[in-house]
């Protein structure tokens, strides 16, 4: 139980100080609709994943695999300079991409670009601290992570605090970002020969790669339907948003335990899902505290609030379950199998979430795809699986079953 709270509480922690940046700006400009910032550069959060997961997980992998630096040190390199171009892209265009979301233009382009500008940062830190968690220094990533973190909060707070002017406000946050983002850039470059394998590093990342591609035209194109309805949905659908993020990234220790615990042959799938419910239903009650504490304050309109809120609340139940049974099936089954349900879910959430014709197209798509794929992993378990009085997942002997119903 020690371990689920020790890792959730990690991930939370990060995930919940990106989402308190945006939140606090928007109370100490009196103008909260600042805060919606987060839900209109959230698609980009899924570029960030998919160019650490080619550039620099991969390569880590590859490194790691083939005892080659030169990989880790390539991957760096060439993975940020396609972050540049890309980041740097959306920023020339940043009047089109907030138009495209559906959203004032004038009012949000400058916390958009800092926005924008914060991502890219975000992408850098993290691919050296991958690098460092590749070679075992955990708790030098972790600094480097943390730090990072805590100065963008600072940063944009205390000087929102001094003056209300903008850009001064995204050139302090930028400019510290690019300090301290370069220090650890330059303790981590060194000499190398280039080495970079395109189908060997998706190969290792294709999975996740493809998710976030799917995650990316979910909210890029979902929200922009949704953002068309109104500010009262915008505002609503943020605020949400903002309060359940960081609930969901600490969630997503649940199945990283269960990989952890399947790999030592020590899984319990009854424990398993016993302390699941337990973290799951604290960080729900997280997040419903938030949301009766401070809808107000945000101009959210209590129903149209409490359905988003309700959507989440119910697939974050269905996850308990879900993330434990689709990592057991993805190790102990069929990896490929496994793949092609995840794969196929989010395909049709992505659909859904695009050709919904109403404000709650993304959350409807994502409770389908939550309970369409747990239904389709629970089929799975239970027709080539049963629980011993033990609580532990054991294969069913067909052969045998198929003699005793011949007798």
Same mark, same amino acid.
């Given at each position: 139980m020690k371990r689920y709270f020790n890792m959730t509480i990690t991930f939370f922690f990060f995930s919940l100080l990106n989402a308190l940046t945006f939140l606090m700006l928007g109370i100490i400009l009196h103008d909260t609709s600042f805060s919606q910032i987060f839900s209109i550069t959230y698609p980009l959060q899924f570029v960030l994943s998919i160019l650490l997961s080619f550039f620099i997980s991969s390569s880590n992998i590859r490194a790691n695999k083939e005892n080659n630096e030169n990989c880790v040190q390539s991957g760096l390199v060439l993975g940020t300079i396609f972050a540049v171009l890309i980041f740097g892209i959306v920023a020339i265009f940043v009047d089109d991409y907030v138009g495209f979301m559906n959203m004032d233009v004038s009012h949000f382009r400058i916390f958009a670009l800092m926005s924008i500008g914060q991502l890219f940062f975000s992408f850098v830190i993290n691919s050296?601290?991958?690098?460092?968690?590749?070679?075992?220094?955990?708790?030098?990533?972790?600094?480097?992570?943390?730090?990072?973190?805590?100065?963008?909060?600072?940063?944009?707070?205390?000087?929102?605090?001094?003056?209300?002017?903008?850009?001064?406000? +995204?050139?302090?946050?930028? $400019?510290?970002? &690019?300090? =301290?983002? #370069?220090?650890?850039?330059? %303790?981590?470059?060194?000499? !190398? /020969?280039?080495?970079?394998?395109?189908?060997?590093?998706?190969?290792?990342?294709?999975?996740?790669?493809?998710?976030?591609?799917?995650?990316?035209?979910?909210?890029?194109?979902?929200?922009?339907?949704?953002?068309?309805?109104?500010?009262?949905?915008?505002?609503?659908?943020?605020?949400?948003?903002?309060?359940?993020?960081?609930?969901?990234?600490?969630?997503?220790?649940?199945?990283?335990?269960?990989?952890?615990?399947?790999?030592?042959?020590?899984?319990?799938?009854?424990?398993? +899902?016993?302390?699941?419910? $337990?973290?799951? &239903?604290? =960080?729900? #009650?997280?997040?419903?505290? %938030?949301?009766?504490?401070? !809808? /107000?304050?945000?101009?959210?309109?209590?129903?149209?609030?409490?359905?988003?809120?309700?959507?989440?609340?119910?697939?974050?139940?269905?996850n308990t379950i879900k993330a434990n049974i689709q990592t057991y099936l993805q190790l102990e089954f069929s990896a490929t199998i496994s793949t092609i349900i995840y794969m196929t879910c989010k395909a049709i959430r992505t659909v859904l979430s695009i050709f919904i014709m109403n404000a709650f197209n993304t959350n409807i798509a994502q409770i389908v795809g939550g309970v369409l794929g747990l239904a389709i992993f629970e089929i799975i378990r239970f027709r080539y699986f049963k629980m011993d009085k033990d609580g532990v997942l054991q294969r069913r002997n067909f052969d045998k079953t198929l003699k005793m119903e011949g007798k």
């Open positions: 050296v601290a991958e690098a460092m968690y590749f070679k075992n220094q955990d708790k030098k990533a972790n600094i480097c992570n943390s730090c990072f973190i805590v100065l963008n909060f600072a940063s944009v707070v205390i000087t929102a605090l001094i003056t209300s002017n903008q850009l001064v406000i +995204l050139i302090v946050n930028l $400019i510290s970002l &690019l300090i =301290y983002v #370069s220090v650890w850039f330059c %303790l981590v470059i060194q000499k !190398f /020969k280039f080495d970079f394998d395109i189908v060997k590093n998706f190969k290792f990342e294709s999975l996740y790669i493809l998710g976030d591609i799917f995650m990316l035209l979910i909210y890029l194109f979902g929200f922009s339907r949704a953002f068309s309805y109104g500010q009262e949905y915008v505002a609503a659908l943020n605020f949400v948003n903002l309060i359940t993020d960081p609930q969901w990234d600490a969630l997503g220790g649940i199945n990283k335990i269960a990989k952890i615990e399947i790999s030592q042959n020590c899984y319990n799938y009854r424990k398993a +899902l016993k302390h699941s419910a $337990i973290v799951t &239903l604290f =960080y729900i #009650s997280t997040s419903t505290v %938030l949301f009766f504490s401070l !809808f /107000k304050v945000y101009h959210v309109i209590l129903w149209i609030g409490a359905i988003y809120l309700g959507i989440q609340v119910v697939d974050m139940l269905l």
